[in-house]
């Protein structure tokens, strides 16, 4: 029995000296990254800090920075810095795995108690802007007033001294269903919480920095999901922009509403009644705002754009809720040539077809044209170019790459390259194929 006990005691003796030295192993070479960071960002602020923590769940860091940009008079205190793995291993790999250009399968960096003074040149004043200004920016501000814009001194108008908030940003490799998934949470005190699940499907399982750059350079969103939380922000911005507009509130919500949809139909974005009457509730009884989209196949977000705004919304399979109350009329449509100009984007220029010309091999040509076909049987024509066209009429023209489970994925060809498009075949109207 003696000798068992003194076995376990030298387990536990090891167990320590071991975990102890992993430690302070973490501890001495995350000071001297943190040390490099400083010394490389002197040029741009001034960084100091209180020190460095280690912890046994799987965490290390720096505690009470203060970093104070060069290029203006203000500073940011943080509370705290953290690398967050699963575990104390697993956080020991991480600079293992890093220099072998390989993926940690969990990682994450949160930033704790970030404070935001709104008397210096940060936020000092309303946010502006060496370029021109989208006629898109600042709608929040749209009827509170004189006010065309928030910034430090509206904010403590309002009643806020600073911001205080935290946020983290991470994410796990879901190998087994070769998923990757990425969450951010953040809050800011007194203001809003926002927290959002993003996850994209891989065609391979991505074990390097390489395969998962190449993975996403054609992303297949699987599934999304974001949570708005007012936490305090509404009704004070409520009561400010009512007394600066010398409104009762109920007055200003209706200005405001009507002033934001009157913009974005002027710039081609049409929201249909319920988002409208979703951003009112949100507005007036502040509580939350949940979108979620669950696609039946993973989408490329690039090929979205190919899409009439109904047939986004199926394809996403979005849902809507605003205090826990299902928005069932998501109906929005938009005009994606006022939209890009309003955002200052540059179009892409019409997608011209050009054939090389080509001898003729033999005095006989065969003309190719195009044949009606049942939409069952698209599959019988992989690689051909075919016109589709939809229950809700839009036509489409590319080449077949493939019918799985019911969707039809055709390749249509542009002056900027290529677009893969995802279609069910229960919602096209007609097919026709080139032979």
């Known amino acids: 029995m003696r000798k068992l006990k003194n076995i376990v005691i030298v387990i536990l003796v090891v167990v320590v000296l071991t975990?102890?030295?992993?430690?302070?192993?973490l501890w001495y070479s995350t000071k001297q990254q943190v040390d490099q960071i400083v010394?490389?960002?002197?040029?741009?602020?001034?960084?100091?800090?209180?020190g460095i923590a280690v912890s046994p769940t799987g965490s290390v860091g720096a505690n009470q920075l203060r970093i104070m940009p060069n290029f203006v008079n203000d500073a940011i205190s943080i509370g705290a810095i953290r690398l967050n793995a699963p575990n104390l291993l697993a956080?020991?790999?991480?600079?293992?795995?890093?220099?072998?250009?390989q993926l940690p399968g969990a990682l994450s960096l949160s930033f704790q108690d970030v404070e935001l003074p709104l008397h210096g040149g940060i936020l000092g004043d309303a946010p502006t802007s060496a370029t021109k200004p989208s006629p898109l920016d600042h709608l929040d501000a749209l009827g509170c007033g004189p006010v065309i814009a928030f910034g430090g001194a509206e904010f403590k108008e309002m009643g806020y001294n600073r911001l205080v908030g935290n946020a983290e940003v991470g994410y796990r490799l879901d190998t087994?269903?070769?998923l990757l998934e990425w969450r951010i949470d953040s809050n800011t005190r007194d203001w809003m919480t926002l927290n959002l699940d993003l996850g994209f499907a891989m065609s391979t399982p991505s074990t390097t920095w390489m395969d998962l750059t190449a993975a996403l350079a054609t992303p297949k969103l699987a599934k999304f999901h974001i949570v708005i939380r007012d936490d305090g922000f509404n009704q004070r911005r409520n009561?400010?922009?009512?007394?600066?507009?010398?409104?009762?509130?109920?007055?200003?919500?209706?200005?405001?509403?009507?002033?934001?949809?009157?913009?974005?139909?002027?710039?081609?974005?049409?929201p249909g009644p319920g988002l409208i009457a979703a951003y009112q509730l949100y507005l007036r009884e502040g509580g939350e705002l949940t979108l979620a989209a669950t696609p039946p196949t993973p989408i490329n977000p690039a090929e979205l754009p190919d899409y009439k705004p109904a047939d986004v919304i199926?394809?996403?399979?979005?849902t809507l809720k605003a205090n826990n109350t299902a928005i069932t009329d998501l109906s929005v449509d938009w005009d994606a040539a006022k939209v890009a100009k309003a955002l200052g984007v540059q179009p892409e220029p019409a997608a011209v077809e050009t054939l090389a010309p080509t001898a003729p091999e033999a005095p006989v040509i065969v003309q190719k044209s195009f044949h009606p076909i049942p939409v069952s049987e698209l599959g019988q024509h992989i690689g051909k170019i075919a016109k589709l066209k939809t229950n809700t009429?839009?036509?489409?023209?590319?080449?077949?790459?493939?019918?799985?489970?019911?969707?039809?994925?055709?390749?249509?060809?542009?002056?900027?390259?290529?677009?893969?498009?995802?279609?069910?075949?229960?919602?096209i109207a007609s097919a026709e194929v080139l032979y």
């Open 39 to 50: 010394a490389a960002a002197k040029p741009f602020a001034e960084i100091s800090y209180g």
């Open 91 to 101: 956080l020991l790999k991480i600079r293992w795995q890093l220099s072998q250009n």
């Open 393 to 427: 009429g839009v036509n489409y023209r590319g080449q077949v790459e493939a019918t799985v489970e019911g969707i039809i994925r055709i390749t249509l060809r542009k002056a900027g390259g290529s677009a893969t498009l995802s279609l069910r075949a229960s919602e």
């Open 314 to 318: 199926k394809l996403l399979g979005l």
């Open 176 to 178: 087994a269903h070769n």
């Open 239 to 270: 009561n400010y922009c009512a007394a600066k507009a010398g409104k009762p509130i109920n007055d200003y919500l209706a200005d405001h509403v009507r002033l934001v949809v009157e913009r974005l139909r002027t710039y081609g974005i049409n």
């Open 19 to 25: 975990g102890g030295g992993i430690m302070g192993y």
